[in-house]
């Protein structure tokens, strides 16, 4: 009962957040967009985090379609990842989160895929209702900035833990065999 008011008072807070985000800069902004994104990750993360899910659903293995990464390689993970990489996101990522090449640390990795992959979903379903709200409102162009920062920070993401996870449990496989 106790995580569950939590995930309530989290939630009630981001809808919260979300409103004061709306009220006090103009929807079909940069600023909102960027803005939007950032505190909904923060949100989120504070989310998934309380949550405690095993995230077990059959959502997170491989599907056949994903051609061992494949689809994701035809549409620019490895352009998205050296991008990551130019704006230092990569280093810092390896500073909170590192990669150690013992078992116990690549579970928690692959677990930290599923949870990223969660939040960034999450995210992009949301960013994606205020996207048709305001080209609807506005107008296409002015919800563009929400449509490129929702690619950029919600749906590459996404791509990139559905891209690697597959290598982990790999990798997994052959530490526990060998």
Known sequence: MKKVLILVFISVITVG???A?????????F???LALNFMLMACVLTFTEAM??????PYFNEKTWEK???????LGIHFFRKLLVVIGWEKLNKKSKPVQK???????LYY????D?????IITIIVLGFNIFVAYQFGILKSMWLLILNLLLNVYPVFLQRYNRPRIERALHVIRRG
Request: cysteine-free.
């Open 17 to 19: 957040l979300v409103y």
């Open 21 to 29: 985000l709306a009220y006090y800069i103009r929807i079909d902004s």
């Open 31 to 33: 600023s909102f967009a």
């Open 52 to 57: 405690k899910s095993g995230l077990n659903s």
């Open 68 to 74: 061992k990464g494949k689809i994701y390689e035809s």
């Open 102 to 108: 013992n078992p116990e640390a690549l579970v928690n």
């Open 112 to 115: 930290r895929t599923k949870q």
């Open 117 to 121: 992959e969660l939040g960034h979903l």
